[in-house]
């Protein structure tokens, strides 16, 4: 499975929100770069990780994170 | 930059200030005796051994004056103390996995040294640089990891 394929739009959701990243971070236990670098793609969460932010949002999973098939 | 890309960093000029003397004082002092092929083994055993501990004192000193570095700095403890992520984990994972790939590599150098009678010192001396290079490897692959993707 190829990361590009995996999109998200927690910068979004932060922005809805009003959450800055580094709120964002300490709130699912990660470093404010590691949540950087999933907004950038660069990185994919663990399941765990992606539940944890997704229940910040207060929103379903999949209405942060999206696997676009149409590429693979 | 991020801490742990920080870390890397310190880590390089602990192996390009430490490392690299004493190896060179190694091969100094290997280059004005002459030895047997047992005084050779214990020569070489010695400074391997020896190494550990130096490599050892060195990163605590540097851990500890970038630590230092970091709140002085920045005036903020938290940037000095941040957490270890799943993130940080994967990075440091695929960094020693490249480490380990080019270490074997120069294992199989030495081996392949000792077949055609390069001798003792040879071998010694491909294992202790492949070892180097292995571990600059990693740490460059953490960068990259760290700065591209994982």
Known sequence: ?72 | MSSEEKQNIVSLFSILLVSVPYLLYVFIQFNNETFTTEEELKFWAGAFLLMIPIRIVAQILMYIIFTIGVVIVTGDEEEANTITDERDFIVDLKGERNAHYIFIFGFLAAMISILLDGGLSAMFVILIVSGFASELFGIFSKMFYYRVRV
Do not use: C, H, W
């Open chain 1, 1 to 72: 499975m190829s990361k590009d394929f995996i999109k998200n739009n927690i910068k979004e959701l932060r922005a809805q929100n009003k959450l800055r990243q580094e709120d964002l971070a300490k709130k699912v236990g990660v470093t404010r770069q590691t949540i950087i670098a999933i907004e950038k793609g660069n990185y994919s969460p663990s399941l765990e990780l992606a539940f944890k932010i997704a229940k910040v949002f207060s929103v379903p999973i999949g209405e942060v994170f999206s696997y676009d098939s149409s590429n693979g």
